[in-house]
């Protein structure tokens, strides 16, 4: 099925360790985003991209990077696990362009970290 | 930053209609949305609003903009026990680069 595909689901980390959060999308779509959820704050976003080679930062980009080689895959790296990276993260993507409004996004399912 | 606030919960019976409200900071926001978020599941588009729109209607689901107080709403006719997630507005904070500014998110809890 067509759509935004997240792995892995569910980690645990020790605090300082590093990992990739991987996220592929076989839509097409130039945008996609990571986002972080977190009780009581909605969803804030971390980094996002406009196209194979472009990145810029969200509203919370310390501790993470990211990188777009593909318009298919926008992989999320945590450089050293800390505490507070404790959440469920989301990859979304979208259309560009005119009118791209009506479509929105198209999340993932989500992977939960947990940070020890 | 910008903020979009809604309230964290809202209880009704099904079969009731529930209204879920949000307010907005950018009255310049193009589009507005409302998703739907299932236990352990990402975000479900639900539905949109153009800014020029006062109201849209699709199915059971009623969206209202008043730009002056800049406050969405989203009405469930008939809410079944199905509708229980969490409901999020968002604004399209910058069209040039397709960000969206998201709310805090309302549980909807259903009771049969």
């Known amino acids: 099925n067509a759509g935004v595909t997240q792995t892995p689901k569910f980690q645990v980390l020790k605090t300082g360790q590093s990992m990739t959060l991987q996220c592929a999308q076989d839509?097409?779509?130039?945008?996609m985003s990571w986002y972080r959820q977190d009780p009581g704050m909605g969803l804030r976003l971390i980094h996002y991209?406009?196209?194979?080679?472009?990145?810029d930062q969200g509203e919370v980009p310390n501790g993470y990077n990211v990188s777009r080689s593909t318009t298919e895959d926008f992989p999320l790296r945590l450089l050293s696990a800390a505490p507070s990276q404790t959440s469920v993260y989301f990859c979304?993507?979208?259309?560009?362009?005119?009118?791209?409004?009506?479509?929105?996004?198209?999340f993932g399912s989500g992977t939960r970290l947990t940070v020890v | 930053g910008e903020d979009v606030e809604q309230s964290l919960f809202l209880s009704v019976r099904e079969g009731d209609s529930s209204v879920i409200n949000c307010t907005y900071t950018?009255?310049?926001?193009?589009?507005l949305y409302w998703y739907k978020q299932e236990p352990g599941a990402g975000l479900q588009l639900l539905t949109y609003?153009?800014?020029?729109?006062d109201m849209k209607q699709d199915q059971r689901l009623t969206v209202l903009l008043n730009k002056k107080d800049k406050h969405l709403s989203l009405r469930i006719a008939d809410t079944q026990t199905g509708d229980s997630a969490i409901y999020f507005c968002?604004?399209?904070?910058?069209?040039?680069?397709?960000?969206?500014?998201f709310g805090t998110g309302t549980r909807l809890k259903v009771l049969a």
């Open positions: 609003i153009f800014s020029n729109m």
């Open positions: 968002a604004e399209q904070w910058d069209e040039g680069t397709y960000k969206y500014i």
């Open positions: 839509m097409n779509h130039e945008y």
């Open positions: 950018d009255s310049s926001s193009t589009y």
């Open positions: 979304a993507s979208s259309r560009t362009g005119s009118k791209l409004g009506v479509y929105g996004y198209t």
């Open positions: 991209s406009v196209g194979a080679g472009i990145t």
